[in-house]
């Protein structure tokens, strides 16, 4: 069992900025890529980045490319996405996934995932 627990999520108004971190106590969560997504109400769950283990490949979905970066530094200090020029529709539920296998972009190439953190956008 991997446990992933984001954190960092809020309101926000749109231009804002907020960071979100994804962490874990597994031993080789850093030895993992691990990605980001998201899921507003009653739409499909979105990919929004990913990040290679060694932090030196990332990839981002086109809808988030120039405002969003996702880092990891320190292995304590986790994963995380800085989110920036926030917009409405970049509200949802924030989920983090340990990377498995397959497509980064895909929800089936991710095997443990988070609980999420709520990530509101609104004036």
């Known amino acids: 069992q991997v446990d992933l627990v984001e954190s960092g999520g809020g309101s926000v108004q749109p231009g804002g900025s907020l960071t979100l971190s994804c962490t874990s106590s597994?031993?080789?969560?850093?030895?993992?890529?691990v990605g980001w997504f998201r899921q507003a109400p009653g739409e499909d769950r979105e990919f929004v980045a990913t990040?290679?283990?060694?932090?030196?490949?990332?990839f981002y979905g086109d809808s988030v490319k120039g405002r969003f970066t996702i880092s990891r530094e320190k292995p304590e200090n986790g994963v995380q996405l800085q989110m920036n020029s926030l917009k409405p529709e970049d509200t949802g539920v924030y989920y983090c996934?340990?990377?498995?296998?397959?497509?980064?972009?895909?929800?089936?190439?991710?095997?443990?995932w988070g609980r999420g953190t709520q990530v509101t956008v609104s004036s």
């Open positions: 996934a340990r990377y498995y296998s397959g497509d980064v972009a895909s929800i089936g190439a991710y095997d443990y």
């Open positions: 990040i290679s283990w060694s932090g030196d490949r990332t």
């Open positions: 597994a031993r080789h969560f850093s030895d993992s890529a």
